[in-house]
């Protein structure tokens, strides 16, 4: 019997598109591209997830690798998180299941000053009975100790816990642990895949 339903935020309650948000800054499309792959396939994007690099020495890091884009990477890292808005369809899911009486729970790999901001920001975070975060754990998905964190923090058992996340290695590694795992496409699928699993 399904107890808990357990959410990633990025790409499943929160929209991010870097791509999207550095064209409203950069009108150079090549440019876009640069930045894109300096910033968020580097290796400090990665350590923020993990909480073990400060925001600032992370730009610092970047820019001096990537010279030429300096001044570009400061702009976008200065309130990166702005492009980080709620998926509404999905939030609309998630209060439905706070009002059928399910224990609501986030798993999200999350840079810190990001989440600060958007839990001032968005409301829908009052529907969470708690959760785990990467940069607070030093721990990112698919980690198995990240997801075992969750589960004892919360007292909760991975066999009456459904996970939703949109990337197939963390839904891998919730099901190792005898979660019932949903792979998110959108909000239509997710939908769909939680009134098969009648809790909705």
């Known amino acids: 019997m399904v107890k808990n339903i357990i959410f990633d935020l990025g790409n499943v309650l929160l929209d991010f598109n870097p791509v999207r948000y550095l064209n409203t800054l950069i009108s150079d499309k090549v440019k ?3 930045v894109y792959e300096e910033i968020f396939t580097s290796k400090e994007w990665v350590m923020l997830d993990r909480g073990i690099i400060t925001q600032e ?3 610092n890091e970047i820019c001096h ?3 030429k884009n300096s001044e570009l990477i400061k702009l976008v ?3 990166w998180y702005q492009l980080l808005t709620p998926i509404e369809d999905t ?3 998630l209060k439905e299941l706070k009002h059928n009486g399910y224990k609501l729970y ?3 790999n999350f840079h810190l000053l990001a989440y600060e901001d958007v839990t001032k920001r968005y409301g829908f975070f009052e529907c969470f009975d708690g959760g785990i ?3 607070k754990e030093k721990l990112i998905k698919p980690d198995k100790e990240i997801y075992n964190k969750l589960i004892r ?3 909760i058992k991975a066999e009456e816990s459904i996970f939703i996340d949109d990337t197939i290695e963390n839904i891998e590694g919730a099901r190792k642990l005898k979660f019932e795992v949903i792979l998110f496409i959108d909000s239509k699928d997710l939908r769909k895949k939680l009134i098969e699993c009648k809790v909705l």
Do not use: P
């Open 77 to 79: 890292m200065h309130n």
């Open 106 to 108: 986030f798993l999200s």
């Open 65 to 67: 690798r990537n010279i």
């Open 91 to 93: 939030v609309e899911v």
């Open 153 to 155: 923090k919360y007292e």
């Open 32 to 34: 876009v591209q640069e």
């Open 57 to 59: 020495e992370a730009v």
């Open 133 to 135: 975060l990467s940069y």
